[in-house]
């Protein structure tokens, strides 16, 4: 069972920096998009950051300019590197995959189980 895994996140002062990591658990035959999303209390969520499978990639304004995603492509994992933290960035990380499993299978959407990001001012 093919399930995503996600480190990285804590608490952290306004202006500082965290990195997210998430990879895949179980063998999957190829990733058509890895991402995240985030939650905060109270909001919908929302998009955070995304990165295709042809390494374009696509970012919330609210980001722009201080979160970067990047992608380690032999170990099935996305990286989000977040700098400038501001505490309105506090929320629930969640990493997000369209992933196919097997070859002739179709394309499906995974989810991470969310980790905390905490920005104190």
């Known amino acids: 069972q093919v399930q995503l895994v996600e480190s990285g996140g804590g608490l952290v002062q306004a202006g500082g920096s965290l990195r997210l990591s998430c990879t895949t658990s179980?063998?999957?035959?190829?990733?058509?998009?890895m991402g995240w999303y985030r939650q905060a209390p109270g909001k919908q969520r929302e998009l955070v950051a995304t990165i295709i499978s042809g390494g374009s990639t696509n970012y919330a304004d609210s980001v722009k300019g201080r979160f970067t995603i990047s992608r380690d492509i032999a170990n099935n994992t996305v990286h989000l590197q977040m700098n400038s933290l501001k505490p309105e960035d506090t929320a629930v990380y969640y990493c997000n995959a369209f992933l196919r499993v097997r070859a002739t299978g179709g394309v499906y959407n995974y989810w991470g189980q969310g980790t905390q990001v905490t920005v104190s001012s």
């Open positions: 179980g063998i999957i035959f190829s990733i058509n998009s």
